[in-house]
């Protein structure tokens, strides 16, 4: 998705969006814990070890950046606001996508006090640019919270063709 001339997809006088690295793991976690808050989920409920274990996985999967990227927003002289992040999955090929590469899209948050302000867009279509740019995925998939349904819309994603079900192990 090209920007428009002229026409930013978020507030770049006081942000810049940008790829994360990993010096930017811990924003990482903390959007992920942000995210999971407006979710319903206590996210102090084993607090450090999950925390440990997420910024973990975002340090392996940042070691293949042709399956995984993340973009954040970073205040101009301040720290990150917002991030969307963004892996390849390899599932059994079919005649509509004989690779099997599939995309996830994830981590989609924005820290409260900077929402509406475009961070999220901006780093969810620098997001989608990769995705078509530098993978072979051929479809994205993403769950929405109710907050993100209009962003996401806006950006072309719609209801999957078969409706998604899951079961959840108690372990």
Do not use: K
């Amino acid at each position: 998705m090209s920007r428009p001339e002229g026409a930013p997809w978020c507030d770049t006088e006081h942000a810049e969006v940008r790829r994360a690295g990993r010096a930017d793991i811990a924003q990482l976690v903390e959007l992920r814990a942000q995210m999971l808050v407006a979710m319903g989920t206590d996210v102090s409920v084993d607090g450090a070890r999950w925390r440990s274990a997420a910024a973990d996985w975002f340090a392996r999967r940042m070691d293949d950046p042709s399956t995984f990227a993340a973009y954040v927003a970073q205040l101009s002289g301040g720290g990150v606001v917002s991030g969307a992040v963004g892996a390849c999955e390899s599932r059994a090929p079919s005649p509509s996508n004989p690779l099997g590469v599939h995309g996830h899209v994830s981590n989609v948050c924005t820290m409260p006090g900077y929402r509406h302000r475009g961070y999220a867009r901006g780093c969810l279509v620098e997001l989608i640019d990769w995705f078509a740019r530098d993978t072979q995925a051929l479809v994205l998939d993403l769950s929405a919270t109710g907050d993100g349904v209009a962003l996401y819309r806006s950006l072309g994603f719609g209801p999957p063709r078969f409706e998604p079900m899951r079961l959840a192990f108690e372990r």
